[in-house]
């Protein structure tokens, strides 16, 4: 694993994290079909998956023709290297408008690409040509000032919407400064802003197209749905006739194609490679030039970190059809001696279904195989090491014993030479490591250590004395797997050793291993949507158990490993897998998240007061919140529309289930907070023989018959006559308001007096009065609610430590009706929810951090109390905040705790901006970032509020 480095820019708090892949290469070569004993060759991207291709419209650009000599000569004369692309006439994902044919009607837009190197162009004029940055009919909603990022720096905002004449007006900026304005009528036949700039040598060319499929004007937000991009670049490449790329010069450019040839003769290379140009290259084999088993072929190697797509030849409208590693680079292939192992058929029905068994992945071992450095059987054996190999699912496995059933993966196999210091470690696969610890004074041993994850495993003394065979100097490690004893997993071949005046130095040349834990493989393992359905002596059979469906338009996952990539219309699909390559791998920079949010609420008492606390939180978090009261309605449609990022005003699984139907599946459950909230009857909890609604009938003349209520509309007074019918009950139900409700049951709780009243949980008079819900046996109000968090789908991916916070966030009824209590008394919900914050500053850091607030020793004199505060990091940008007040500054605090980099930083929500901070202040949020995970103890005075 690659040390991690951090880079900070502390003015815009951007993180740029470099982390080393263990299972991933360092390159990923993509191959062409072999050429086997054979001296010409034509490649295009059917059988070579470096080229271009057009999977939506099964079109391809690129071919490579070459002739050599005949065997035994290697040589490619000047001129019999022929790279052709050639423009091919294309329309754009989403369909915009033309030119108007004769009957006024718009064509589709046409275009031509061009596929050069691997890489799309649009084709600009003879020449010239421009890269496709986005061609997209994916949908984007904004809202009217939000911006569109599109490719090199350019930008789509809509700043205004007209919703009554379906216009929106639209401006384009380029690096944040302001380029164009459009007003788009949505109502007429053309709805897209064709942008057109001066590219090269040629005037007015179409470098952006945006579609505007409709406007909206909600209670409230405006809404602009863009759908259908499609942009180049704006600046091009031009190829000039004689210009030259590698081995490669330019003789021809016109409207139809481009062509290069090599300039001077050159070799197929020899168990090696050969450079055509920055993109491509020629790989052969030893017997290149002296068949049989005379293979080259042609390829392209990916060395930036990410994942890259291998494909197989693609089936166009196609019945049937079957990869092979001849069609397909994601199999194994040796290229020495022409070795595959790997076959997959898939039979296809008019209706594009897969049916079952019609998927046959079949995988055939290859016996006789040799480790690259060429390893013999033993450390006392002078014949060379064979094994017999398997491909399966893309990936090379080492058949254990000749155990068919038994497979282990081939973790390394490599003949490059490693010279170490006595001290220095050799990683290995799997966390295993090889160390030389000593040599001896003659110069011609070395005792090595092998480890596992630091650990000891074993040792041995190879000795390079003159007499020493290879295999003398050859660590055969063995393990039992399985079933299987005395595997060797490792070997590993010193090639010398030096004894000198400075450093005493190990030459390492030769190592293989093989994993620890193998695979076994049995009749009716399932893997993926293949399942197991023979075992043979040297083949593994598998077949599809269920029917499928040619992706239309999408991905079809067939194992963890192989996919099946379909057109729209599924007329053109293909086997494909994925490579990771590994090294240092930059992960994008990582701006710290938006800090703005937007909760919507309804205008009930709770919710206002749960509304308003967050709103405080999330301030204290470094936030800058918007809270939008609408009616449970269009609650639920803004969450689904994305208009807001979250809620903590859900009633569920009673009071809003309509609207749970409606948009349940298009908004995201994040958590309960609050429980058991109820609606029925409530009495004094000084009534005590009145525990039910049952035993209201016995009382009535207590109540005088009254049951006093709140607004005649209310669900809840319907809920009570419900009531009164099923529990006969002889009383009448008052109508009145949710105010006079209040004030009947103050005046009578004030003189302990009988009432009944229409009463529901979450209520401030909770929180003021003694008083307790009556029993619902019959259960004439329903099951107790809760109330839910709910979430806009994506908020998790596009802010997770607000979705962090938010997910955390529950309370008690008496903490929500302490703050409902505030605001009937007076206090405006802001005040009332500030006040709870301010007093409950250890919920806060719970909601805000996920751990309660101090732990440690607590001490000292006078009447304070001195505490530890353990603050847990995780690797990467934490949140924090501090129950405490700290005794030390910021560098005191974490300048002996490597693992903390410095500056800390905090928000300030006037100027929007971060900020470095020198002192740490109770409640305030701050962020500090951890190369690890780590602890810092912060020591300081305990807070009392």
């Known amino acids: 694993m690659k040390r991690l480095t951090v880079i900070l820019m502390a003015a815009l708090m951007v993180l740029i994290v470099f982390s080393g892949v263990a299972s991933a290469a360092d390159s990923v070569e993509v191959r062409g079909e072999a050429a086997v004993d054979t001296a010409s060759f034509t490649w295009d991207a059917d059988n070579f998956a470096g080229f271009w291709y057009d999977v939506d419209n099964g079109v391809f650009s690129e071919t490579m023709d070459i002739t050599r000599d005949a065997s035994p000569s290697r040589n490619i004369d000047d001129g019999n290297l022929v790279y052709t692309a050639t423009v091919q006439p294309e329309s754009t994902e989403f369909d915009f408008a033309g030119e108007t044919t004769t009957t006024g009607a718009f064509t589709n837009y046409p275009i031509g690409k061009i596929g050069l190197f691997a890489s799309e162009y649009y084709v600009v004029g003879d020449g010239q040509l421009s890269e496709v940055l986005m061609d997209t009919d994916v949908s984007y909603t904004m809202r009217t000032g939000e911006t569109l990022e599109l490719a090199e720096g350019y930008a789509i905002t809509p700043q205004q919407i007209n919703v009554n004449d379906g216009k929106v007006w639209l401006e384009l900026t380029k690096d944040g400064q302001f380029l164009d304005g459009k007003v788009i009528d949505v109502s007429g036949d053309n709805t897209a802003w064709i942008y057109e700039q001066d590219v090269m040598n040629e005037e007015d060319v179409v470098t952006l197209q945006i579609n505007i499929d409709q406007v909206f004007q909600g209670q409230v937000d405006s809404l602009c749905i863009v759908e259908g991009i499609f942009q180049i670049s704006d600046t091009g490449l031009h190829i000039e006739k004689y210009d030259t790329f590698g081995k490669l ?10 062509v290069m040839e090599n300039e001077n003769s050159f070799n197929v290379p020899k ?101 690259e450095f060429g390893f013999t059987e033993s450390s006392t054996s002078a014949t060379g090491f064979t094994y017999t190999k398997l491909g399966l699912f893309a990936e090379e496995y080492f058949v254990v014993n000749d155990a068919i059933d038994t497979l282990s993966k081939i973790l390394m196999d490599d003949d490059s030479s490693y010279t170490m210091r006595t001290g220095e470690t050799l990683e290995l696969e799997e966390g295993y490591a090889i160390t030389p610890q000593q040599i001896d004074v003659d110069g011609n041993k070395v005792w090595l250590e092998l480890t596992k994850d630091g650990e000891f495993v074993d040792d041995k003394i190879i000795s390079t004395s003159g007499d020493a065979t290879q295999a003398n100097k050859t660590w055969f490690y063995e393990q039992d797997i399985e079933d299987q004893e005395d595997v060797a997993t490792i070997m590993v071949h010193v090639d010398e050793v030096f004894q000198g005046q400075v450093d005493s130095l190990c030459s390492i040349e030769g190592v293989f291993q093989i994993s620890d834990e193998a695979m076994v493989v049995q009749t009716d393992d399932e893997f993926g949507e293949l399942e197991v359905t023979s075992i043979g002596t040297d083949s593994i059979e598998m077949a599809n158990m269920d029917d ?35 090294g240092e791998e930059p992960v994008e920079p990582v701006e710290p998240e938006e800090r703005t949010t937007s909760i919507g609420y309804v205008m009930w008492d709770g919710e206002i007061a749960s509304t308003n606390v967050m709103k405080e939180v999330l301030e204290q978090a470094g936030y800058e919140v918007e809270i939008i009261a609408v009616d449970a309605g269009p609650l639920y449609q803004g969450l689904a529309d994305g208009q807001f990022d979250f809620t903590t005003s859900a009633w569920l699984p009673q009071t809003q289930a309509n609207y749970w139907e ?92 009988p009432i009944v009243v229409t009463l529901w949980t979450p209520h401030w008079a909770f929180d003021r009065y003694d008083l307790k819900m009556l029993d619902d046996p019959q259960q004439a109000y329903g ?28 309370w008690t009824h008496n903490e929500i009706q302490t703050v409902m209590a505030d605001m009937e008394a007076g206090m405006s919900a802001e005040d009332a929810a500030a006040n709870w914050v301010e007093n409950n500053p250890d919920r806060v850091n719970e909601w805000i951090n996920g751990s309660d607030s101090s732990s440690g020793s607590s001490g000292g004199g006078s009447g304070a109390s001195y505490s530890t505060y353990n603050m847990s990091l995780q690797k990467g940008w934490n949140l924090v905040s501090i129950p405490i007040i700290p005794e030390s500054s910021v560098l005191s605090t974490f300048e002996n705790t490597s693992d903390v980099l410095l500056p800390v930083y905090s928000w300030n929500t006037e100027n929007k901006q971060y900020y470095e901070v020198e002192h740490l202040e109770i409640g305030r949020g701050y962020w500090v970032l951890a190369l690890n995970d780590t602890e810092v103890n912060v020591e300081g005075a305990t807070y009392y509020p």
Not at 249 to 258: A, C, G, K, L, R
């Open 783 to 810: 099951e107790a609610d809760h109330v839910e968090t709910l979430a806009r789908q994506g908020l998790e991916d596009d802010k997770p430590e607000l979705y962090a916070i938010i997910n955390r966030f529950n």
């Open 548 to 582: 499928l469906d040619v992706p239309d338009d999408g991905v079809l996952d067939i194992t963890d490993e192989l996919m099946v990539r379909g057109n729209d219309g599924a007329t053109l699909w293909y086997l494909f897998t994925e490579r990771t390559i590994g």
């Open 662 to 753: 409606q948009y349940g599946d298009q908004v995201d459950r994040v958590a309960v907070n609050l429980e058991d909230c109820k609606l029925g009857l409530a009495v004094p909890t000084y009534m005590e023989d009145i525990n039910s609604i049952e035993d209201l009938n016995a009382n009535k003349e207590k109540f005088n018959g009254k049951i006093t209520g709140i607004d005649p509309g209310a669900g809840i007074m319907q809920n009570t006559e419900d009531a009164i019918d099923m529990y006969n009950l002889d009383y009448d139900l008052e109508a009145s308001s949710s105010a006079g409700m209040a004030s009947a049951l103050d005046g009578a709780y004030r003189d302990e007096q």
């Open 271 to 371: 168990d090696g490679t050969t450079e055509i140009s920055e993109d491509f290259y020629l790989r052969g084999n030893d017997n290149v030039g002296a068949p049989p088993n005379d293979i080259w072929y042609l390829a392209t190697e990916y060395t930036e970190p990410g994942t890259y797509e291998v494909r197989g030849e693609a089936a166009v409208d196609a019945s049937s059809f079957t990869w092979d590693a001849d069609n397909f680079a994601g199999f194994w292939y040796d290229l020495d001696e022409d070795d595959s192992s790997e076959t997959m058929e898939i039979n296809v029905t008019d209706d594009k279904d897969i049916l079952e068994g019609d998927l046959v992945y079949t995988a055939t071992a290859v016996d006789d195989q040799t480790t």
């Open 249 to 258: 010069i330019v003789t021809t450019v016109d409207s139809t194609q481009i």
